[in-house]
């Protein structure tokens, strides 16, 4: 069996079995037909590959890592071993993150970080061996509306700053308000115009990139939308959002009453960010990352196998 064999074979495995894809979705994001892949799944079994769990190659690894970084255009990109189950994969992702931020970490930083479940695990997980006094955390959105919604960006700040022994600016505004007069008020409020100035001075960040389920919209969840208004984004073309900013599929920003009302960080000034992190892991994340890509949201990709497939499957 050749190398190249060996390795789509490997990739089906993991999409299958650890990406819990269907076979006629393994053949839209390979390119194959149903009944190829099929075979596929039957070979890798005969051939050991895919026993109590599926062989890695950490060339392979290195391989796609190198395509990612060429197709989308990115500094760097780190691909993990995808676990059996999206938690396992969200948990390695995170704490490849908060790694990657220690690596890059020097004196005199400014660090911003979004919110989203994944940060919450890079914040929870990081363990640095020497504190860092000069550096400042900033908050890049509002706070959710609820202290119990792990994910929110105003402790993740707070969190993320005690770990570091580091400083923090926190945004004292929600998430969403009421209008966009409401929200173009508070930005001429001196403390929240202070703390905006300082975000377009970020030299890196940590974002997290929600998913194409309207179900798992962070908004969504956090309760500033209905479920309907969720579905409504997607259908119109919003895949994903980056920072709270609704995210068109193609990369560009649009106009939609959602945006109107964020306090955030504004998308052009995450674009100018020099080292900005994303993590995100799973099939259903790779039509958001490509798009988050495409509007030049992120340099730096942490990610597992299966959604590096799936991406590169795509494009």
Known sequence: M?????NEL??????????NCSQ??????????????????????????????????????????????????????????SESGRLGSMNAAGIRAG?????????????????????DVMVSQLSPERKYENVKVVQMIGGTPTSSFNVDSR????????????SCSILQAPQYVSSKKVRDMLLNEPEIKAHFK??????AALIGISSTNPEHSAAYRAGYITIEEAN??????????????????DGSIRH????????????????????????AVGEEKAETIISAAKGGFFNVLVTDEVAAISILGRT
Not at 40 to 52: G, N, P, Q, S, Y
Not at 155 to 166: D, E, I, M, Q, S
Not at 256 to 279: F, G, S, V, W, Y
């Open 155 to 166: 402790g993740l700040t707070v969190r993320l700053a005690n770990k570091l022994g580091a």
């Open 256 to 279: 939609n009453a959602m945006n109107d009302r964020l306090m955030a960080m504004a998308p052009e000034d995450i674009r100018q960010i020099p080292i900005t992190i994303a993590a």
């Open 2 to 6: 050749t190398t190249n064999l060996r």
């Open 232 to 249: 409504t984004l997607a259908k119109n073309g919003f895949v994903t959002d980056v920072n709270g900013n609704r995210i068109f599929k």
């Open 198 to 203: 300082l975000l377009k001075k970020l030299d």
């Open 24 to 81: 006629d979705e393994i053949a839209r994001i390979m390119g194959y037909s149903r009944p190829r892949v099929s075979r596929m799944l039957t070979m890798a079994r005969e051939m050991k590959i895919v026993e109590f769990q599926i062989s890695d190659s950490l060339i392979e690894l290195e391989n796609m890592e190198k395509q990612l970084k060429e197709r989308l255009g990115l500094k760097d990109v780190c691909i993990l071993p």
């Open 10 to 19: 490997i990739k089906v495995a993991k999409l299958y079995y650890h990406g």
């Open 99 to 119: 790694e990657y931020l220690i690596d890059i970490l020097k004196p005199g930083m400014r660090i911003g970080i979004s919110w989203g479940a994944t940060m």
